[in-house]
């Protein structure tokens, strides 16, 4: 049995239990954020949305807008003054993301690192998980499963006064992967040695693609995107947390790697 905001695993299936995106946040966002000597922190929520704001988004941003995430809404758009910067529920703070494989999604903040944080966006409204997207190394971090999960991090970090230690954490994560991007590497050639969950996907890779399988939590949990450069391909298994590169692996790993997003990117859904 595992519990993981909202779903239970039970005997091999998820199960949906009553507990809604607004029941899992709120009690992250609605008492006050203290320090270890109970000094108020400056983060706080920031106001609700009116529900004629709340229809508006869900025209524009169609099956982000679950009830309980509307729910959420109407109580907090998002909160101010954290270490990451304002953390924006919307949709609407910041510049969409440019990377295809992780789309639909929220970017929840942009840090002054230039960090892109995103929560994807399942088939119950915004489930997760949440990601830091690096510029330099060019490498996406698993950060949370969910966005419940995320606020609890940052909340917990923020009170113990080890937030930027947990931000190092992350950074020298990005750079471990970065530095052993071959070796994290499987090779769609290698399918005979993978499930059958994405078995099928590996055969129609290019030849040329370095795949990233994110479905086990390790101490370097994420995948190099700019391993290829700046042309590079992207492709991913689905919703998994499979990812592939494809390109000129000389460009990517012998040159180095630009402070640019990749300009071509293809998403492919396993069948």
Same mark, same amino acid.
């Given at each position: 049995?595992?519990?993981?905001?909202?779903?239970?695993?039970?005997?091999?299936?998820?199960?949906?239990?009553?507990?809604?995106?607004?029941?899992?946040?709120?009690?992250?966002?609605?008492?006050?954020?203290?320090?270890?000597?109970?000094?108020?922190?400056?983060?706080?929520?920031?106001?609700?949305?009116?529900?004629?704001?709340?229809?508006?988004?869900?025209?524009?941003?169609?099956?982000?807008?679950?009830?309980?995430?509307?729910?959420?809404?109407?109580?907090?758009?998002?909160?101010?003054?954290?270490?990451?910067?304002?953390?924006?529920?919307?949709?609407?703070?910041?510049?969409?993301?440019?990377?295809?494989?992780?789309?639909?999604?929220?970017?929840?903040?942009?840090d002054d690192s230039?960090?892109?944080?995103?929560a994807e966006v399942?088939?119950?409204?915004?489930?997760?998980?949440?990601?830091?997207?690096?510029?330099?190394?060019?490498?996406?971090?698993?950060?949370?499963?969910?966005?419940?999960?995320?606020?609890?991090?940052?909340?917990?970090?923020?009170?113990?006064?080890?937030?930027?230690?947990?931000?190092?954490?992350?950074?020298?994560?990005? /750079?471990?992967?970065?530095?052993?991007? /071959?070796?994290?590497?499987?090779?769609?050639?290698?399918?005979?040695?993978?499930?059958?969950?994405?078995?099928?996907?590996?055969?129609?890779?290019?030849?040329?693609?370095?795949?990233?399988?994110? /479905?086990?939590?390790?101490?370097?949990?994420?995948?190099?995107?700019?391993?290829?450069?700046?042309?590079? /391909?992207?492709?991913?298994?689905?919703?998994?947390?499979?990812?592939?590169?494809?390109?000129?692996?000389?460009?990517?790993?012998?040159?180095?790697?630009?402070?640019?997003?990749?300009?071509?990117?293809?998403?492919?859904?396993?069948?």
């Amino acid at each position: 049995m595992f519990i993981n905001s909202g779903e239970l695993w039970i005997f091999g299936s998820w199960e949906v239990f009553n507990m809604s995106t607004c029941d899992t946040m709120t009690p992250l966002i609605s008492s006050p954020w203290r320090d270890a000597d109970g000094n108020a922190l400056a983060v706080r929520p920031l106001p609700g949305l009116r529900p004629e704001v709340i229809k508006t988004l869900e025209r524009t941003y169609p099956g982000i807008m679950s009830p309980g995430y509307k729910d959420l809404l109407a109580v907090c758009s998002g909160l101010a003054n954290t270490a990451l910067g304002n953390i924006d529920f919307t949709g609407t703070a910041f510049p969409d993301e440019p990377c295809a494989v992780f789309q639909p999604c929220l970017t929840l903040a942009i840090d002054d690192s230039g960090r892109r944080w995103l929560a994807e966006v399942g088939a119950r409204g915004v489930s997760g998980p949440v990601w830091c997207v690096s510029r330099d190394p060019e490498v996406a971090v698993y950060v949370s499963d969910d966005l419940a999960a995320f606020i609890s991090t940052l909340r917990e970090q923020a009170c113990r006064g080890t937030t930027l230690a947990w931000l190092q954490h992350l950074t020298a994560t990005a /750079r471990a992967v970065w530095s052993h991007r /071959r070796s994290l590497a499987l090779r769609p050639y290698d399918a005979r040695h993978a499930d059958a969950a994405i078995r099928g996907w590996l055969s129609i890779l290019p030849s040329d693609a370095y795949v990233y399988d994110l /479905r086990t939590p390790t101490r370097a949990r994420g995948w190099p995107y700019g391993v290829a450069g700046p042309c590079a /391909r992207l492709f991913r298994c689905g919703r998994l947390p499979v990812f592939a590169v494809a390109g000129s692996p000389a460009e990517g790993w012998r040159v180095g790697h630009p402070d640019t997003t990749p300009s071509r990117v293809e998403l492919r859904l396993c069948a």
